[in-house]
């Protein structure tokens, strides 16, 4: 049982009796112990995310669930834009491309060196047609990431998306020139003369 007021208790313990709880199916009282972590270390990513990952079930919880994992990256939780992603694109697969949308950009602005997140924003952009944003984040994230084909493949995509094949057809050669193994781009760029 959680006793939220014992002042011996550390964050890590009521962190620690959370993770057991949650294991055990006692999801209120894993909730009470990582809200207990959380009050007394409220800039301690784990608490954060664990508490995130326990509301992230229940669909009335989901703000919450990723305002507290946005909380636990601006803290320094480890593999902070794998989270972030994984979210996003957790998201994005049960068709909710807004929440999804919002996440990654937050994301992108709390880790905004981090291009996978970038590349993110992208897809999600383009999935929904928005071409000139999907463009930007593509671009950004081969800025961050010049020596990752896929991240010029993006660009040209993005080009592509929104009519300029000049610069569509530049940016699949770059990415050809680091990955010459992809024949479905090979292909895009000979139908663009290139």
């Known amino acids: ?9 550390t964050a890590a313990s009521f962190d ?5 709880l949650r ?5 209120a009282e894993a909730e009470r112990a990582f ?16 508490l995130s990952e326990l509301l992230r079930q229940r669909t009335a919880a989901r ?5 507290l994992l946005l909380q636990a990256v601006a803290n320094g939780l480890p593999a902070g834009g794998d989270a972030l992603a994984g979210r996003a694109m957790g998201y994005a697969s049960v068709g909710e491309a807004g929440r999804a949308q919002g996440l990654a950009a937050r994301g ?5 060196a981090d291009p996978r997140l970038w590349l993110l924003a992208g897809r999600l ?21 010049p020596e990752r084909a896929e991240t010029h493949a993006a660009v040209g995509i993005a080009a592509l998306c929104l009519g300029d094949e000049a610069a569509a057809r530049d940016a699949l050669r ?16 000979s139908e663009l003369g290139g």
Do not use: K, Y
């Not at 049982?1 to 208790?9: I, K």
């Not at 294991?23 to 999801?27: E, F, L, N, T």
């Not at 207990?36 to 664990?50: C, F, M, Q, T």
């Not at 000139?132 to 990431?145: I, S, T, V």
């Open 63 to 67: 703000d919450r669930s990723d305002e």
């Open 108 to 112: 992108t602005a709390l880790l905004p």
């Open 16 to 20: 620690n009796e959370g993770l057991i």
């Open 174 to 189: 770059r990415s050809l020139a680091l990955d010459p193994e992809q024949p479905q781009l090979r292909r895009q760029l």
């Open 125 to 145: 952009h383009l999935e929904r047609e928005e071409c000139r944003p999907a463009l930007a984040a593509f671009r950004r994230a081969a800025a961050l990431a």
């Open 23 to 27: 294991a055990a199916g006692r999801d």
């Open 35 to 50: 809200a207990a972590a959380l009050a007394l270390a409220p800039r301690d990513p784990s608490p954060a995310w664990n």
């Open 1 to 9: 049982s959680v006793a939220t007021s014992s002042p011996t208790r």
